[in-house]
Each structure stands twice: as C-alpha cells, then as structure tokens.
C-alpha cells in the first residue's frame, strides 16, 4: 500500500500582498497563515508526514511554536527561487530525510491556501488513492473572462466552457512528481499539475469549491478569516 505525504513550499516572499513580513507568516485568525494549512494537514490520519520547504534564510519560523506538530512535521531548509524549484528540492531532501517510496502520493498544497478542509482533502485521496496518473482540487470558472490588451481594453471575451481554476493539494506519485519537476528545470511551472501535463499526462480534476481560496492580496486576509470562522 502506498502511502501518504503532504508538501508545502513556503520559500517565497508573497510581495503582491505588499508586507515586509512572508506572506505565509502574516496573522490570520490569530495564527500565522501557514498554521491553518499544516493543521488540517497533521490531522488528517492518512497522512505519514507533512514536509515544509523553507528558505534557507528564513528567520521567521523558528519564533513561532510548531510543537503540536511534532509527531509529522519535518522541515526542510532548502527551498529555491520559485515554487516549482522548492517542490523539486523539497522532493529530494525528503528521499533523504525519510522513508518516501517511489510510488507514495505526494501531495503538495500551498502555504496561501489557509482554509483547505478535511473534507475537500479525503475527497481528494479517495478519488485519486486508485487512479493512475493522479489530480488535483479544482473549481469550474463561473464568471465571464475577458482577454484583454496592452492597454486593458477588452480584446475578446473567451469562452469559460470546459475550464477550471486549479487549487491545491495536487496529488501525484513522488516519482513521477519527481522526473516531471526534473524535465521542467524547476522553473517554468506555476503548478505540480503543468509539469505533469508536459510529460503527456492527464491529471483528474477533483471538484472543489471557492472556499479553499488562494490569499494573493490583502483583502482576501478578510475572506479568509470569515471562513475559517464558519467552517
């Protein structure tokens, strides 16, 4: 049986949200973000281990108390320019660090992701735990998109038919997460999911819904605080 391992990059700065302090470190509902994301994640019984994959410079960890995590938590120092170049570091340093099989589920969720619920992530592993290529939590796109030009004018209104905003965790098996992230250069891919579909790959969308939000600007600290407040 394989088995099940959770990832979250948190090496970036989060400079949209215009904060001196990582954006993953900002107060929310009287924790740093991060805390809600790795609490859902630690208390999920399927889950062996919770990596996170910090930078190497982060002096801001080590002033929060992580200790209810002990059992799972297991950090790692070694994260990179992008995201996709910390998973693909935070991969390897996990081989290292613990006992990952080829064929264990990696699930990697961002640290922005704060109001991730049990119940989307058993949905997420019951589906995917049998399928062969793996997934991801995902929402189909209810509003009219516009692509617009150089100047912000609306060149065209495209059709939303068929389309999905990707979330997170995506869920894909350590080595094909592995030879994916590796062919991609750790640069290119602004998901797990891309670098998986440039092997000719199918990932399975898993439906989500929009209060496993991404907090990009500050005004979604507001969002976000409402739904972790009625759960």
Same mark, same amino acid.
């Given at each position: 049986?394989?088995?099940?391992?959770? !990832?979250?990059?948190?090496?970036?700065?989060?400079?949209?949200?215009?904060?001196?302090?990582?954006?993953?470190?900002?107060?929310?509902?009287?924790?740093?973000?991060?805390?809600?994301? !790795?609490?859902? &994640?630690?208390?999920?019984?399927?889950?062996?281990?919770?990596?996170?994959?910090?930078?190497?410079?982060?002096?801001?960890?080590?002033?929060?108390?992580?200790?209810?995590?002990?059992?799972?938590?297991?950090?790692?120092?070694?994260?990179?320019?992008?995201?996709?170049?910390?998973?693909? /570091?935070?991969?390897?340093?996990?081989?290292? *660090?613990?006992?990952?099989?080829? =064929?264990?589920?990696? &699930?990697?969720? #961002?640290? *922005?992701?704060?109001? &991730? $619920?049990?119940?989307?992530?058993?949905?997420?592993?019951?589906?995917?735990?049998?399928?062969?290529?793996?997934?991801?939590?995902?929402?189909?796109? *209810?509003?009219?998109?516009?692509? $617009? =030009?150089?100047?912000?004018?609306?060149?065209?209104?495209?059709?939303?038919?068929?389309?999905?905003?990707?979330?997170?965790?995506?869920?894909?098996?350590?080595?094909?997460?592995?030879?994916?992230?590796?062919?991609?250069?750790?640069?290119?891919?602004? #998901?797990?999911?891309?670098?998986?579909?440039?092997? $000719?790959?199918?990932?399975?969308?898993?439906?989500?819904?929009?209060? /496993?939000?991404?907090?990009?600007?500050?005004?979604?600290?507001?969002?976000?605080?409402?739904? &972790?407040?009625?759960?």
């Amino acid at each position: 049986m394989a088995n099940f391992f959770a !990832l979250i990059p948190a090496a970036g700065s989060g400079s949209r949200m215009g904060d001196e302090l990582p954006k993953q470190y900002l107060t929310l509902a009287g924790k740093p973000m991060i805390y809600h994301a !790795l609490k859902t &994640l630690c208390d999920a019984p399927r889950i062996v281990s919770v990596f996170v994959v910090l930078a190497p410079n982060d002096g801001e960890w080590a002033r929060h108390d992580w200790s209810e995590f002990s059992g799972k938590l297991v950090v790692l120092e070694c994260g990179g320019a992008t995201r996709a170049e910390s998973v693909l /570091n935070g991969l390897k340093a996990a081989w290292e *660090a613990s006992s990952v099989r080829g =064929d264990d589920w990696i &699930l990697v969720h #961002d640290a *922005a992701r704060p109001c &991730l $619920g049990a119940a989307q992530l058993d949905k997420l592993t019951d589906e995917l735990a049998d399928d062969e290529v793996g997934g991801l939590l995902a929402v189909p796109v *209810a509003d009219t998109l516009k692509r $617009g =030009d150089t100047g912000r004018r609306v060149e065209r209104t495209e059709s939303r038919e068929n389309l999905w905003q990707a979330q997170t965790p995506q869920m894909f098996r350590y080595k094909l997460l592995m030879e994916a992230l590796s062919m991609s250069g750790g640069v290119a891919m602004t #998901d797990d999911a891309g670098a998986i579909e440039a092997l $000719g790959l199918r990932p399975k969308l898993v439906l989500s819904d929009a209060r /496993n939000l991404k907090v990009t600007y500050p005004q979604d600290l507001v969002l976000a605080e409402l739904i &972790l407040g009625n759960p």
